[in-house]
């Protein structure tokens, strides 16, 4: 693992192998002399008890501050946390899924595998974001979405059914 400066990690964090904590989101501007990487001045914070899997990347703050991952959270195999992400306490983010920059995701919260989530959202407590879904809009607390563009999940499996059925009649 690599564990870049401005990094503050608590008791009983586990790091996999391979895994990028603290490394600078790729930020370009285009000036007269052509595109030019911009400074990131924050940090990363791993909180107590918290697990990153393998091949994780964990991208720092960009302005100061920290990307936070919580208490006894969880980021699985080959998730990127962009720049600015507070990961609440006991999250599960599963293997693939990508969190854009400046994402609030609440306690408790599941972000499943191959998941999306567009930067600057916020993700409610207790939600259940599921495998594949491509999330574009803020959820409140407790919400279980699914899809691309994710919807409620039983309205997700109520279609599914329907389309079986249309299926059955062709």
Do not use: W
Not at 56 to 67: D, E, I, K, Q, V
Not at 134 to 158: A, C, M, Q
């Amino acid at each position: 693992a690599v564990v870049y400066p401005r990094t503050i990690i608590e008791d009983d964090v586990r790091i996999g192998a391979c895994s990028v904590i603290g490394c600078d989101a790729f930020e370009n501007n285009l000036t007269d002399d052509g595109l030019k990487s911009f400074a990131q001045s924050g940090g990363v914070i791993l909180r107590k008890s918290s697990r990153i899997f393998s091949n994780a990347c964990l991208t720092r703050a960009t302005y100061g501050g920290f990307t936070e991952i919580g208490e006894q959270s969880q980021i699985d195999n080959l998730v990127h946390i962009a720049h600015d992400c507070i990961v609440g306490r006991n999250v599960k983010v599963v293997a693939c899924a990508e969190v854009s920059g400046r994402v609030s995701i609440g306690d408790n919260s599941t972000i499943g595998m191959n998941a999306t989530i567009l930067n600057g959202l916020t993700i409610g407590s207790n939600c259940d974001v599921s495998l594949g879904a491509v999330v574009t809009r803020d959820l409140d607390n407790g919400k279980r979405v699914t899809g691309n563009f994710p919807i409620p999940h039983k309205e997700f499996l109520s279609n599914l059914r329907r389309s079986k059925e249309i299926k059955k009649i062709f």
